[in-house]
């Protein structure tokens, strides 16, 4: 056997070499530029609060890994998108043309989430949706590109159908805002409901943000039905419930929607709201260690309670992170990246979940009861419910 022998100008060099190569890792180190994330959400308009709430999320997350993923600082660029799909367009050409971000953050408004997805997929710009439920995101419009840390608006209504058929309802009546969001979680609630048994007797509608109820309450008030399933969110939400109180409904006609009628809205809503049943991913009461200690870092960091929009933009950020992790901050091997998103179990403060492959969440859905300012979790609707993503093609 050969054995080496080092003499001192071995060592010399060795140590040398050892310095050379630290200093061109701590120099890589710094080279790494940020990751520019640009956050495209409602700072204005009826859903501001819930742009916010996914923002404080988003940034929640960071924050607990240290300010940085995967090594790499975050550097923000923000669009308030006014929950205007005409503007959306050239809002989203800002983040992705004059900014060059390299991942979206966006939206709320499914309008506006449509003609993000339709740029992002053009540009091939990485998009993370941590609300808008548009079904077309992850349906038509999939792609390797586009992830969503929320819900398709087929499943809240889905699994509000299931609940109201098992309650035993007959004859239902729904309310919405004409547009992706209010059209396509109706379709959910009615397929649900009408294989439970039921039948949807008419479907009214006012165009978003509109919030003059009367006509359309006065009309359920005269046809009586057994049950109204509502689609409403943030304003909106508050001032339909608390109008459908106000007409004297809440004690003759019960009322369910998707949980984003009573989501983040319970202190403005009050006495209306109390007793409503609502079917969502999140709910207030989880108790589970992983709910807890998310709800307690939200409450001290931003004096507010989280809600679901808070949850979402959270998962967004855990998303991001779990396919930094897997390329160690090298963002430009995008293919290895989104692998390791798409497989992620996210342990999300909603509970754990996972993927499909058109890169929607596969969740359960809770039914939530209003008592004072919580929507308290009193079973699930439906468990592990993946959405249909009809027409996608990956
Ligand atoms: C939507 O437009 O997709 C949406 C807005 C608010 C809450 C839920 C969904």
Known sequence: MSRVHFQPRHLCLAAATALATLSASAVHA???????????????????????????????????????????????????????????????????KRDNVDVIVGTVHSGVALAMARAAKESNTMLIVPNAGADAITGPLCAPNIIRSSFSNWQPGFATGVLAAQKGYKRAMTITWNYAAGNE??????????????KVLKELTLPFPNVEFQALLTEIASQKPDVVFAFFAGGGA?????????????????????????????????????????????????????????????????????????????DAAQILASGLAAVKGDFKQRDAMVAAMRKVNVDSPRGKFTLSAAHNPVQDFYVREVKGEQNLRTGVAVKVLPDPARGCKM
């Open 185 to 198: 979680t109706v379709k959910g609630f009615t397929e649900a409901f009408e294989k439970g048994g039921g």
């Open 238 to 314: 508050v001032k339909f419930v608390k109008d459908y109180d106000a007409a004297g409904l809440r004690r003759t006609i019960p009322l369910v929607g998707s949980g984003f009628l009573t989501d983040g809205t319970l202190a403005a809503q009050g006495a209306s709201a109390q007793g409503l049943l609502t079917t969502l991913h999140y709910a207030d009461g989880l108790d589970t260690p992983r709910d807890t200690a998310f709800r307690t870092r939200y409450a001290t960091t931003y004096k507010l309670q989280p809600d679901v929009y808070a949850v979402q933009g959270y």
């Open 30 to 96: 710094q080279a790494q530029p940020p990751i520019k994330v640009g956050l495209m959400l409602p700072a204005t308009g009826t859903f501001a609060a819930l742009g916010t709430a996914i923002e404080n999320g988003f940034k929640q997350y960071v924050a607990e890994q240290g300010g940085k993923l995967s090594g790499r600082e975050i550097q923000y660029f923000k669009v308030d998108d006014e929950s205007d799909p005409a503007k959306a367009t050239d809002n989203v050409n800002k983040l992705i």
